[in-house]
């Protein structure tokens, strides 16, 4: 008779393990990094007295675009190889990140905080209606019984003195609709066709806003402000390297962004950075 095979030992459950669920660590890290960049830009704006949001903001492209590069020489990702209609989308998706800023900046001119505030809580909506609209989505009642709360609670954090002009409530509502755009459209080349890695995305679009950011400062004069207040006794070590931190923690920020909108929705993006943002 033939002699039995020994039985392989199994150790453990051998059952398959299940994938586990990161998008809540990577809301987590949202939340905090949002908070600490926004402590950390007013604290350069108002202690070292360096007034250059728009400088600041190229620090933000300049450093992202420089850390995505060092994260693809060390090998954490492969750029994606894409042909000209993709570099267009890319070309396209920076100008919408700086005129979002730009659109956002103006605004805070013609109108009060609180009434600022109050508009941008509307992010959420805005992002329902372009992706039933153009995606053809559809959410459950829930989730609009669900977004009232926090239109409400933002609505009584900023009761108070509303102020606007029929420009600044235009421009307001316009960057409103950009924000929500632009968020929608970061989901849709993270999962959509061209399924880009969160550091290419980055890597790519960094450069292009970094550039528009530079020519956007010259235009309004703000360049030739920043290099006055360089060539003065201003610019000491201590602010060089808070800035440079800054612009660290910037990289940090958007990655982590770019990761937490590919892991869960746009929809679920705005309403987290809606919840994250201090009110002022």
């Known amino acids: ?47 070292f007295r360096f007034k250059y949001p728009w400088t600041l903001t190229g620090i933000h492209t300049l450093c992202s675009g420089i850390g995505a590069l060092s994260m693809a020489k060390m090998g954490y990702f492969t750029p994606a190889q894409l042909g000209e209609r993709e570099n267009m ?32 809580a509307m992010t959420p909506v805005f992002t329902i209606a372009i992706s039933v609209a153009f995606l053809s989505k559809r959410y459950s009642g829930k989730t609009y019984l669900s977004l009232l709360p926090l239109l409400l609670g933002v609505y009584m954090a900023t009761v108070g003195e509303y ?73 000491s070590y201590k602010l060089i390297m808070a800035l440079l931190v800054n612009g660290i923690v910037a990289f940090f920020l958007n990655y982590v962004s770019f990761t937490a909108n590919k892991k869960t929705s746009a929809l679920t993006m705005t309403v987290a950075g809606m919840i994250s943002i201090p009110i002022s």
């Open 1 to 47: 008779m033939p002699k039995d095979r020994p039985v392989p030992l199994q150790l453990g459950n051998t059952a398959p393990r299940a994938k586990v669920d990161t998008s809540y660590t990577w809301l987590a890290l949202y939340f905090f990094l949002n908070l600490t960049l926004t402590i950390y830009n007013k604290a350069i704006l108002s202690t």
């Open 89 to 120: 989308v890319m070309l396209m998706f920076s100008f919408l990140y700086t005129l979002n800023i730009a659109i956002s900046n103006v605004s805070l001119n013609e109108v009060s905080v609180a009434f600022h505030q109050v508009v941008r």
């Open 163 to 235: 102020s606007y002009t029929a420009m600044g409530f235009f421009l307001t509502v316009l960057g409103t609709a950009l924000a929500a755009i632009k968020t929608v459209v970061t989901n849709r080349i993270q999962v959509g066709r061209l399924q880009l890695h969160p550091l290419d995305l980055l890597l790519r679009m960094s450069p292009l806003a970094f550039v528009q950011t530079v020519i956007f400062s010259w235009m309004n004069g703000e360049l030739d402000e920043v290099v006055s207040f360089c060539k003065g006794d201003n610019m």
